[in-house]
């Protein structure tokens, strides 16, 4: 390992320098820097070239449990504590999750019960959707997101963008769903109890697309714990260290980050580490 720092350190200090520090000798340095590499060691080197490739391309957010699944998948044959173990020595580690405590029931709504009742699973596709929206800061203003997701495979089938935070906001995520992916006989879209979730242009939405409401008890985010969770991942791993100069800025890179990372690539432990898309196209073909 005395070799390895000074060959990694060699264009900051002097050779001879570290090697009398560490206690090696300088001819050994170069003896053993001259020798070919071993199989083993060749084999090391392009894991933490996998491992590297794939913390990079999700934008160095993915833990260990996720690049192995990545490297796995590339062909490379090793085991879990490996990864950690280079990842660690390589200085690779994701941004860890803010956790908040869940806070005790609330209230329910005057507007629809909260049938969903922490029921996340459905025996046809597209039968339940969950809505929340979020606020990004930008030296114009905020920025409001609306979502909508599937919660069977956790893929966003709708969202929208806009200045204001007023009922059309949260009006036109669902009906980008519905454009999408088409509406079940029979689908439940669950939300909290905002105010743009319970006016009456929303509902009136609803009404007229034959989709039935349902809303989780006041200051409950249990009852919706699969949205707040992707709302968390994406500010976690993109929106919450950035700085947005213009809500254009914002809203490309949100887009960046749901229908380009998110959707397609980044795999979700409640999938099988599979991503969204990918276990719907599993799921379509059992």
């Not at 994701?94 to 329910?108: M, Q």
């Not at 919660?151 to 009006?171: C, E, H, N, Q, T």
Request: hydrophobic share 40%; charged share 30%.
């Amino acid at each position: 390992m005395s070799f390895v720092f000074v060959a990694r350190h060699r264009h900051i200090w002097p050779v001879s320098w570290m090697c009398e520090v560490l206690g090696v000798s300088r001819s050994g340095f170069h003896a053993w820097l001259k020798r070919p590499i071993s199989d083993r060691a060749a084999y090391y080197a392009k894991l933490v070239r996998a491992i590297d490739k794939s913390f990079r391309a999700s934008d160095r957010t993915y833990g260990a449990r996720r690049v192995w699944r990545d490297v796995l998948e590339d062909g490379l044959s090793c085991g879990l504590h490996r990864i950690e173990r280079l990842m660690r020595e390589n200085a690779m580690r994701a941004r860890p999750r803010w956790r908040g405590k869940p806070k005790d029931d609330g209230e329910r709504s005057v507007i629809a019960d909260n049938i969903l009742a922490r029921d996340f699973e459905a025996d046809r596709p597209n039968q339940k959707w969950l809505a929340d929206f979020t606020d990004i800061w930008t030296a114009e203003g905020w920025l409001y997101v609306a979502v909508v997701l599937y919660p069977v495979s956790r893929r966003i089938v709708g969202w929208s963008m806009k200045a204001d935070r007023d009922a059309a906001l949260v009006m036109d995520a669902p009906m980008m769903a519905v454009w999408r992916r088409s509406k079940a006989d029979t689908l439940l879209h669950h939300s909290d109890q905002g105010s743009q979730y319970t006016s009456g242009q929303f509902q009136r939405l609803l009404l007229d697309h034959g989709i039935t409401c349902s809303t989780s008890r006041a200051g409950n985010v249990r009852e919706n714990s699969a949205m707040e969770s992707f709302l968390l991942s994406m500010k976690t791993e993109r929106t919450a260290r950035k700085v947005y100069w213009t809500r254009d800025t914002a809203r490309a890179d949100v887009f960046d980050y749901i229908e380009r990372l998110y959707n397609p690539k980044r795999r979700h432990s409640k999938l099988g580490y599979l991503s969204p898309m990918a276990f719907e196209a599993r799921a379509m073909k059992t």
